[in-house]
């Protein structure tokens, strides 16, 4: 007679399914930790990245207003010189003009000495504008005209130079003659004037 022990298949079936059971559980229960491990290690990381970043643009905010100010600094100096240029500049023109204002009556007293013949001297001179009024005393009238013709000859005088009046007052020691002249003074350092738009053109047809 043959005997099957049936329960002990029973019991070595419902092992399987139990042992079977718990590894299944724990797949899921393995694969869960590993999703939610894997979501806190994404999450960390990227609040992590987040942070680096926020840090970074923190630097790169102080670091751009550190460099504004430099800027402004420099900035401001610029202005500071530009305008100390501008002040030298307009005190270099206004030195150059003075002295250009300075060399013509220089140039014409000059002139005036260097036109003085033998016997004569001067006794005063006035200037209006251009024209110089000048009275002096001579020996003779040979004097005046040589002065005269001396100051025409010059390029600091235009032609003619008046003689507004000579007199000769005689006495023991000899003659004496009182004159008083006009001349017109030209500067010949002084650029020439523009031309006029037009003048001199040919007429159009």
Same mark, same amino acid.
């Given at each position: 007679?043959?005997?099957?022990?049936?329960?002990?298949?029973?019991?070595?079936?419902?092992?399987?399914?139990?042992?079977?059971?718990?590894?299944?559980?724990?797949?899921?229960?393995?694969?869960?930790?590993?999703?939610?491990?894997?979501?806190?290690?994404?999450?960390?990381?990227?609040?992590?990245?987040?942070?680096? %970043?926020?840090?970074?643009?923190?630097?790169?905010?102080? +670091?751009? &207003?550190?460099?504004?100010?430099?800027?402004?600094?420099?900035? @401001?100096?610029?202005? +500071?010189? %530009?305008?100390?240029?501008?002040?030298?500049?307009?005190?270099?023109?206004?030195? &150059?003009?003075?002295?250009?204002?300075?060399?013509?009556?220089?140039?014409?007293?000059?002139?005036?000495?260097?036109?003085?013949?033998?016997?004569?001297?001067?006794?005063?001179?006035?200037?209006?504008?251009?024209?110089?009024?000048? &009275?002096? +005393?001579?020996?003779?009238?040979?004097?005046?005209?040589?002065?005269?013709?001396?100051?025409?000859?010059?390029?600091?005088?235009?032609?003619?130079? %008046?003689?507004?009046?000579?007199?000769?007052?005689?006495?023991?020691?000899?003659?004496?003659? +009182?004159?008083?002249?006009? @001349?017109?003074?030209?500067?010949?350092?002084?650029?020439?004037?523009?031309?006029?738009?037009?003048?001199? @053109?040919?007429?159009?047809?």
């Amino acid at each position: 007679m043959i005997r099957i022990n049936l329960l002990a298949v029973e019991r070595a079936v419902g092992r399987k399914k139990a042992s079977a059971g718990v590894t299944a559980a724990q797949r899921v229960t393995i694969s869960a930790a590993l999703v939610i491990l894997s979501t806190l290690v994404g999450i960390g990381w990227w609040f992590w990245s987040l942070r680096t %970043e926020s840090l970074q643009l923190d630097e790169d905010i102080k +670091r751009a &207003e550190v460099e504004a100010q430099q800027l402004r600094s420099v900035l @401001a100096q610029v202005q +500071r010189f %530009e305008a100390e240029r501008a002040r030298l500049q307009q005190r270099v023109t206004l030195i &150059e003009q003075l002295r250009k204002g300075q060399t013509g009556p220089v140039h014409i007293l000059d002139e005036v000495s260097r036109a003085l013949p033998e016997r004569l001297w001067l006794v005063s001179m006035s200037q209006r504008g251009v024209e110089f009024t000048v &009275e002096g +005393r001579t020996t003779s009238l040979t004097g005046v005209s040589d002065f005269v013709a001396n100051l025409e000859a010059s390029q600091w005088f235009k032609r003619p130079v %008046e003689i507004l009046d000579s007199q000769v007052d005689q006495s023991p020691a000899g003659d004496m003659v +009182r004159f008083t002249i006009r @001349a017109t003074s030209s500067n010949p350092e002084a650029p020439p004037p523009a031309p006029v738009a037009g003048r001199g @053109a040919p007429p159009a047809r």
